[in-house]
């Protein structure tokens, strides 16, 4: 036992800690050691005089005041969370943030189906023939069937500020009108009765987008919504047909097509399917009724090497594994993508995500680089991929991406090369004069959102309008969609974000947009819906803008669908 | 109101019931703890008022086993106490400042003569301050509280020996200061 492990013992002794036991042990050593008895010199008089001092503290006897006693007691007055609730805010950010963009997300959705019920529906449908059973169908509105008894000039002003002013004029000037409307503003987790979904096996692979069950999802997406103009020379729109006329509809016995009541209409199709057949033209409708459609050329693409294309014409999601993407390609061969085998899923869509990434960080710059320049597009989709045909009366094109929601981190983007001849008229929410067009350029409107016009609370839009010559052939093509993307959630890609690895969910691809709108018909005005599901699946399906349904129904109502 | 709304009630009583026997029970003894860890009275109450708001609101009162609950009060008062000096800090460093004055010139002292009760209990008092928490938290609960080795062990979460290491060390340099300030004749002569 040393000198350091005694002299421990001798305060355990003087505090009174050290055992009888050891008591002896310790006598023995400061015995024999002088160095350990003049550590006790040392050690016994300060303990004792702290003992002294430090014990008779203890006869005081100190209380809590009553004041702060009383506080012991008082009840936790709860912190106000602004509107959260308790049990939300008390979660993760991302879940906060989520809320936040619920939140916005019904603010958007109160506003746009206002904006929905300010406007007469002015424009139909699409032909489906299940559609024609709908009971919403049959409670269209009286305002599509005004337009149809009676048709009347209906056009379309872009303003700069985006805003889509809808009216009626019977004083026909020479352009052909170009009606159409926003998207709806209501979300909805799957397609509509009556609407097309690409995902359904069997109608894509025939080439025909009738209605079914679609699958459900979330709408995160932006809609394109593509118009074409109509009946000023006595152009028959889709409203008119009867299978979309509500009082056909609901007609027994009415036979599937009867004859348009506009004189100029040479007649509808035999056969529902053949019209819906994608961008092909139903005879007896060839004439008066063209076609705007746009497809990608299989052929073209069969000579492009495989998985040679860049983003966004693949899927552009970032992060997915090798193996998320060979399910995701054989999801799309199996879904009848011609397209399919040609579009890239792979790296250069990663290198875009990155891209995109990083201009989230930074916050300045302003736009994204074209993908895919107006050479590479040229060489992977030789013409005709677009298959324009217009009627010599139709000079107005108005392509339109509305965005559904303006919470989102993802620039959404849409650029067009408009064909030689067509020129531009206006874009949308671009101030300086619109380049492209003629030059054979491309154009191109892009939206941040929660920026501009989508924090004002409008509807944020792009649209561009592309005139048409005076002689322009019946089957001149307008233009081609070059990049399409209309973000991922706002959501998603914030929680991405915090954890670290950036991504965009998806992107809709040429394939989705080509098939979808190759069913289109000048006339039409459908809206392409892009369901963009939570694990990056893409879904689009047509849905008849303007129609009556959408007017009609809930949101709560769609949401259960 | 309703019989779980009543329920809820008596729970509500009853646990402040024992809250209260709590508080009395440990009350003092935190008071002087904190007391002498922050050199202030006024602070010490505070100090123990958030020790038992911890305690009641903070539900350690009921998670906390009863045989632990002392040293769970004397180990919360003290990082209490930390805290508050740290917060203190720019206080704290006067109050020592002014200290080491006193030391050098005892206000009506001669470091010749005998020191009375009171001039002994400053210069115990100031030979503490010079002390680092740690072993002035193991002095004070030895020699103040009367905790033994053991339970302050349980306080500081260290073993006893390291405690009885910690006060050996501690105890060794209040000599050193005592007998620095007084002689060692007078603290001699004092016991």
Redesign the interface.
């Known amino acids: 036992m040393n000198c350091h492990r005694i002299q421990e013992m001798l305060l355990e002794r003087l505090v009174g800690e050290l055992p009888e036991s050891d008591a002896a042990a310790l006598d023995a050593h400061l015995a024999s050691c002088p160095v350990c008895r003049a550590a006790e010199s040392e050690l016994k008089p300060a303990v004792a005089i702290l003992k002294d001092v430090l014990s008779s503290e203890t006869s005081a006897s100190p209380r809590l005041s009553a004041e702060r006693r009383s506080e012991v007691f008082r009840r936790k007055q709860p912190v106000p969370r602004a509107f959260l609730p308790d049990w939300l805010a008390q979660q993760h950010r991302w879940l906060r943030a989520a809320a936040g963009v619920a939140v916005v997300a019904g603010f958007f959705t109160i506003l746009l189906r206002n904006m929905e019920q300010e406007r007469a529906p002015v424009s139909s449908s699409i032909v489906e023939t299940k559609e024609r059973t709908d009971p919403l169908s049959a409670a269209a509105p009286s305002a599509s069937e005004d337009v149809s008894a009676e048709p009347a000039k209906r056009e379309l002003h872009s303003d700069t500020d985006g805003d889509v002013d809808v009216r009626s004029d019977r004083s026909a000037t020479a352009h052909g009108a170009t009606a159409t409307r926003p998207a709806s503003g209501h979300s909805e987790p799957g397609p509509a009765p009556g609407e097309t979904s690409l995902l359904e096996p069997r109608y894509a692979r025939e080439g025909m987008y009738a209605a079914g069950p679609g699958p459900a999802g979330p709408q995160t997406g932006g809609d394109l919504l593509l118009a074409a103009p109509n009946e000023s020379s006595g152009y028959t729109a889709a409203r008119d047909r009867p299978g979309l006329h509500p009082e056909r509809a609901s007609e027994p016995g009415t036979p599937a097509f009867p004859a348009a009541p506009v004189p100029s209409f040479d007649g509808p199709p035999e056969d529902p399917d053949t019209e819906l057949a994608g961008g092909v033209l139903p005879a007896g409708a060839k004439d008066r009724r063209a076609t705007f459609g746009m497809g990608l050329s299989t052929e073209a693409l069969a000579r492009t090497p495989n998985k040679s294309l860049p983003a966004p014409f693949g899927d552009m999601t970032g992060n997915r594994t090798q193996k998320d993407e060979e399910v995701h390609r054989a999801r799309l061969k199996g879904d009848g993508y011609a397209a399919a085998d040609a579009i890239d899923l792979g790296a250069g869509s990663h290198e875009t995500a990155q891209k995109v990434a990083l201009r989230e960080d930074t916050k300045s710059i302003e736009s994204v680089e074209p993908v895919l320049s107006a050479a590479a597009m040229a060489e992977a989709f030789a013409p005709p991929y677009v298959a324009g045909k217009l009627s010599d009366s139709l000079r107005t094109v108005t392509i339109t991406v509305s965005l559904q929601s303006g919470v989102s981190f993802v620039p959404r983007h849409l650029e067009l090369k408009p064909r030689a001849g067509v020129a531009v008229r206006r874009i949308a929410y671009q101030p300086e004069p619109a380049t492209g067009g003629d030059d054979g350029g491309t154009l191109r409107r892009e939206i941040w959102g929660g920026t501009g016009k989508a924090a004002s609370g409008s509807q944020p839009a792009m649209r561009f309008e592309l005139v048409v010559p005076e002689n322009a052939p019946p089957e001149m093509p307008v233009a081609d969609i070059v990049t399409f993307q209309p973000a991922a959630t706002g959501v998603s890609y914030k929680k991405d974000v915090e954890a670290g690895t950036e991504r965009v969910l998806a992107t809709l691809s040429m394939a989705h947009v080509s098939q979808a709108v190759s069913s289109l018909r000048m006339g039409d005005a459908a809206t392409l819906n892009v369901l963009v599901s939570g694990d990056g699946d893409v879904r689009v399906h047509l849905r008849p803008a303007a129609s009556a349904e959408e007017a009609q129904i809930p949101p709560s109502e769609g949401a259960d669908r | 109101m309703t019989s779980g709304a009543e329920a809820s009630e008596q729970q509500a009583d009853k646990r402040?019931s024992r809250?209260e026997a709590l508080?009395t029970e440990h009350?003092?003894?935190l008071?002087?703890y904190a007391?002498?860890l922050v050199n202030s009275?006024s602070a010490?109450?505070?100090v123990?008022?958030n020790v038992?708001?911890k305690c009641?609101?903070g539900g350690y009162m009921d998670s906390v086993a009863p045989g632990a609950m002392k040293s769970w009060l004397f180990r919360v008062t003290h990082n209490e106490a930390v805290d508050h000096v740290r917060r203190e800090a720019r206080l704290t460093v006067l109050h020592e400042e002014h200290g080491e004055e006193s030391c050098h010139n005892p206000a009506g002292s001669d470091p010749g003569d005998t020191a009375s009760q009171d001039e002994?209990?400053e210069m115990?008092?100031r030979a503490l301050a010079r002390l680092n928490p740690r072993e002035k938290q193991v002095?004070?609960l030895?020699?103040?509280?009367?905790l033994?080795?053991r339970e302050i062990a349980d306080v500081t979460r260290r073993t006893t020996g390291n405690v009885?290491?910690i006060?050996?060390h501690a105890?060794?340099k209040?000599?050193k200061r005592?007998?620095k300030e007084v002689g060692?004749a007078n603290?001699?002569g004092?016991?």
């Not at chain 2, 030895?142 to 009367?146: A, C, V």
Request: charged share 25%.
């Open positions: 402040a809250m508080m009350e003092s003894a008071l002087r007391a002498r009275s010490a109450q505070d123990v008022q038992f708001i009641f609101r002994r209990r115990v008092f002095v004070l030895r020699l103040q509280e009367g033994s080795y009885g290491n006060l050996h105890v060794k209040l000599a005592l007998k060692a603290v001699s004092m016991t």
